[in-house]
C-alpha cells in the first residue's frame, strides 16, 4: 500500500517488472509509525483463451502446433466476485493534509516530497479521492497497424470490438492520467468468457502514481493468442481497473473474436 498515504502491507506478486515511468525510489526508512510502501512484482498476464484439453487433438497441419494444456498462473488470482478480503485503511487526506502533517520532521518530510515528485501542491486541489482517467486502449502487434480502441462513455462498446488472428503475438498498451491525490495500488483485471464457460481471468498490479500533468503508459507483456479449431470463434470480456480501495476507474463489457486471418 501506499507509504504514508494508506498503511496497508502489500502482497508479493510473481512475474517480470514491466512498468518504468511510476517507479518511486524511497529515501532512509521513514518513522516507525508510517509503513513502508512495498515495491509490487507485477504478474505474468497470459492468456489461455484457448486452453482445452481436447485441442491436443487437433489437425497440426491446421492449428499450427499443438496448444499448452497447462492453467495460466494467473488464473489462481481471483477477480471480480472473487474479491480480496477487505483490509481496514487508514483515513484517507488531500496531499496538503499529508505534506502538513509531521511537517516538523524534516527527515519524514524530505521522504514525503520524494514520494510525490514534482507535484505542484498549490495546483491540486484539496480533494481527498484520486481521480483515474484511462486515455486510450491500444493493440499492438508488430509490422501490422495498431488497433486502436475507442472507449465509449457507457463502457459497453457495441458489436464486435476488435479481432485477432490466432497465434499472434501482441501487446495491450494503455495511458491513463492521475489527478488529485496519489491513487495506491492501481491494478488492472480480465475476464474472458467463452459460449459462457470462463476461459480466463487475470490480474496485474501496476503501481502507486501522483498526479502529473503528462499521462502515465503502460505496456503490458506480449502474449500469444491461442490457436486451433478450438480456440477460434467469438469472446465476451470484462476489464476493470481498480485501486487498493477496490474503487474502479473504468469497467469495459466487450466482445471479440479470434479468427484465422485479421479482420484486414
Excluded at 81 to 87: C, F, L, R, S, V
Excluded at 194 to 221: C, N, R, W
Aim: charged fraction near 30%; proline fraction near 6%; hydrophobic fraction near 30%.
Amino acid at each position: 500500500m501506499c507509504a504514508y498515504v494508506r498503511l496497508r502491507e502489500s502482497p508479493k506478486l510473481h512475474g517480470p517488472k514491466l512498468y518504468h515511468p511510476p517507479v518511486i525510489i524511497f529515501p532512509a526508512e521513514p518513522p516507525h509509525h508510517y509503513r513502508r510502501f512495498a515495491a509490487l512484482d507485477h504478474t505474468d498476464f497470459r492468456n489461455k483463451m484457448g486452453d482445452d484439453k481436447n485441442e491436443a487433438k487437433d489437425d497440426a497441419s491446421e492449428s499450427g502446433g499443438v496448444p499448452s494444456t497447462e492453467p495460466s498462473e494467473s488464473s489462481f488470482y481471483a477477480t471480480d466476485e472473487d474479491e480480496e478480503a477487505h483490509i481496514e485503511l487508514g483515513p484517507k487526506m488531500s496531499i496538503r493534509e499529508h505534506l502538513e502533517k509531521d511537517k516538523d520532521d524534516e527527515s519524514l518530510r524530505r521522504w514525503k516530497e520524494q514520494l510525490l515528485g514534482g507535484v505542484d501542491v498549490n495546483e491540486v486541489a484539496e480533494i481527498e479521492e484520486p481521480d483515474v482517467k484511462i486515455k486510450s486502449l491500444t493493440i499492438v502487434v508488430a509490422d501490422r497497424p495498431d488497433i486502436v480502441l475507442e472507449i465509449p462513455e457507457s463502457g459497453h462498446p457495441k458489436g464486435l470490438w476488435f479481432t485477432l488472428k490466432e497465434g499472434s503475438k501482441y501487446n495491450l498498451r494503455f495511458s491513463f492520467k492521475i489527478s488529485n491525490n496519489i491513487v495506491c495500488g492501481l491494478k488492472y483485471t480480465n475476464t474472458v468468457w467463452k459460449k459462457g464457460i470462463k476461459v480466463d481471468s487475470s490480474k496485474q498490479m501496476l503501481g502507486t502514481f501522483s498526479p502529473q500533468a503528462e499521462p502515465y503508459i503502460h505496456v503490458m507483456t506480449e502474449e500469444t493468442t491461442p490457436s486451433g479449431i478450438f480456440a477460434r470463434g467469438s469472446y465476451s470480456a470484462k476489464t476493470k481497473f481498480l485501486d487498493d480501495d477496490n474503487k474502479c476507474y473504468l469497467e469495459l463489457t466487450y466482445t471479440f473474436d479470434i479468427q484465422k486471418e485479421w479482420a484486414n
